[in-house]
């Protein structure tokens, strides 16, 4: 089918453009004009020709919007304002291209699908759970930020134009989403795994007293040479979050894009929960060097329930923490591995 997606050479954006163009899809490609990042498609166009097309169309152009989703079959909305603490642009570009794009295309009966890339972030609760978070826990009542109210507000009119118009609307609600080397980014020793990375999340900050007691067992594994620490919580846990790779993002947005049974739901679509301990263990394999643990800060021990997801779409995630850490090590040596980082 011929699919419009905006937010097309974000870190999302241009791996679903990738995974729709190999599934035979024409791609109508979405960016912000005078974007730096549009050479990452246009290295695709030159592998995949006339089925991509790059269209320079701001979020906040309206008349843009509607030409370009009356010239699909198929919307993926992507695109969004990032930054939390701007509301105006929340309400203009996030929330405004939404109502946008769904206005364009309500009356089309010939519309296959309209898929609308929401966010966890609709979910507010402790980063400490003994049960996997479930689609119906979101609210309106959020606390989290502009960019997570606008996300939640876009649900809320994909519903209405889904039940009042018959819209085929469906939302997905990832979480933190990475694409390869950006899980170790900038560097295994510095990134959020490494002694070195965690030491300089502390630096600068007013720390109270876990935070300093957790900087000096991370001083000490430095001062004996120690490059990887495992963040453990109160209860002697590792660290465990629900987090995407990229390539279980783009897996279950084309699930969703053509599965009959996604439309009028909300789905959580991740990779296998995040666990901290295999993650630097890996690493250490990987690398040669040691990992040792620290008690964190900070408690994380949380998951999201996927069961809707795979019940509507079939969607199953594929990947989990050894085989992320693995091709991420792999991607910062140079390796390809089949995804499109952001930058």
């Given at each position: 089918m011929k699919v419009l997606l905006t937010g097309a050479s974000g870190r999302i954006g241009a791996n679903i453009v990738l995974q729709l163009l190999q599934a035979g899809h024409e791609v109508l490609a979405a960016v912000r004009p005078g974007s730096d990042r549009v050479g990452k498609l246009q290295s695709l166009q030159e592998k995949f020709g006339s089925l991509l097309q790059i269209k320079a169309c701001d979020l906040s152009d309206r008349k843009g919007l509607e030409m370009l989703a009356h010239e699909s079959e198929a919307v993926i909305h992507n695109g969004a304002h990032l930054y939390s603490g701007d509301t105006f642009a929340q309400f203009d570009n996030t929330l405004g291209s939404t109502v946008t794009l769904l206005e364009a295309v309500r009356d089309r009966k010939d519309l296959k699908r309209f898929v609308f890339i929401s966010s966890t972030s609709v979910y507010e609760g402790p980063t400490v759970r003994e049960t996997p978070q479930a689609e119906h826990e979101s609210t309106w009542q959020l606390l989290g930020g502009a960019y997570a109210v606008s996300k939640i507000a876009g649900e809320s009119f994909g519903y209405?134009?889904?039940?009042?118009w018959g819209v085929p609307v469906v939302s997905l609600r990832f979480p933190l989403v990475f694409a390869g080397k950006e899980l170790l980014n900038p560097d295994v020793e510095n990134s959020i795994f490494g002694v070195a990375g965690q030491l300089k999340r502390l630096e600068g900050r007013s720390v109270n007293e876990a935070e300093s007691a957790m900087a000096q067992q991370l001083e000490s594994l430095q001062t004996r040479g120690i490059k990887l620490a495992i963040p453990l919580n109160e209860n002697g846990s590792p660290h465990r979050r629900h987090w995407c790779d990229v390539r279980?993002?783009?897996?279950?947005?084309?699930?969703?894009?053509?599965?009959?049974?996604?439309?009028?739901?909300?789905?959580?679509?991740?990779?296998?929960?995040?666990?901290?301990a295999v993650a630097a263990q890996t690493l250490a394999e990987l690398?040669?060097?040691?990992?040792?643990?620290?008690?964190?800060?900070?408690?994380?021990?949380?998951?999201?329930?996927?069961?809707?997801?795979?019940?509507?779409?079939?969607?199953?995630?594929?990947?989990?923490?050894?085989?992320?850490?693995?091709?991420?090590?792999?991607?910062?040596?140079g390796e390809d591995i089949g995804v499109i980082a952001r930058d």
């Open positions: 209405l134009f889904h039940h009042r279980d993002a783009a897996r279950g947005t084309l699930l969703a894009l053509t599965e009959p049974g996604a439309v009028g739901h909300s789905l959580n679509i991740m990779s296998q929960p995040f666990d901290f690398s040669g060097w040691t990992a040792e643990s620290v008690t964190a800060a900070e408690q994380y021990d949380y998951t999201f329930d996927q069961t809707l997801a795979k019940e509507t779409i079939g969607f199953e995630s594929r990947l989990d923490t050894r085989q992320m850490i693995t091709d991420a090590y792999r991607h910062l040596q």
